[in-house]
Nanobody, 128 residues
Framework: QVELVESGGGLVQAGGSLRLSCAAS????????MGWFRQAPGKQREFVAG???????????DYAGSLRGRATISRDNAKNTLYLQMNNLKPDDTAVYYC??????????????????WGQGTQVTVSS
């Protein structure tokens, strides 16, 4: 059974930065697509960023418009860990951030039931 555990969330002022981590256990996820989603109060869960294997040692990153240019997704397969570095955070970025893993590429089309594995989420709060 795969378990994803997020960490790194917290309270930050607008303009600040946070680095989220997602540690996976249970199996090696190097061939899996992994990504970050977020859900703000009263809103649907939305795709933030994803990374998928494209062959050899190459991984491709994709970003949603909301954080493009302000976030960097990366993965350390040796540690089975996914990261999301977020900079210049805005109050609209306030949400619970979830880590996800699936054999198929993740994106805005991914729904809760589509994705094989989800973490429990980590709260990110950006104050103005």
């Amino acid at each position: 059974q795969v378990e994803l555990v997020e960490s790194g969330g917290g309270l930050v002022q607008a303009g600040g930065s946070l680095r989220l981590s997602c540690a996976a256990s249970g199996r090696t996820l190097s061939s899996y697509a992994m990504g970050w989603f977020r859900q703000a109060p009263g809103k649907q869960r939305e795709f933030v960023a994803g990374t998928h294997w494209s062959g050899g040692s190459v991984y491709v990153a994709d970003y949603a418009g909301s954080l493009r240019g302000r976030a960097t997704i990366s993965r350390d397969n040796a540690k089975n860990t996914l990261y999301l570095q977020m900079n210049n955070l805005k109050p609209d970025d306030t949400a619970v951030y979830y880590c996800a893993a699936d054999p198929a590429k993740l994106g805005a089309w991914s729904t809760l039931n589509d994705v094989d594995y989800w973490g429990q989420g980590t709260q990110v709060t950006v104050s103005s």
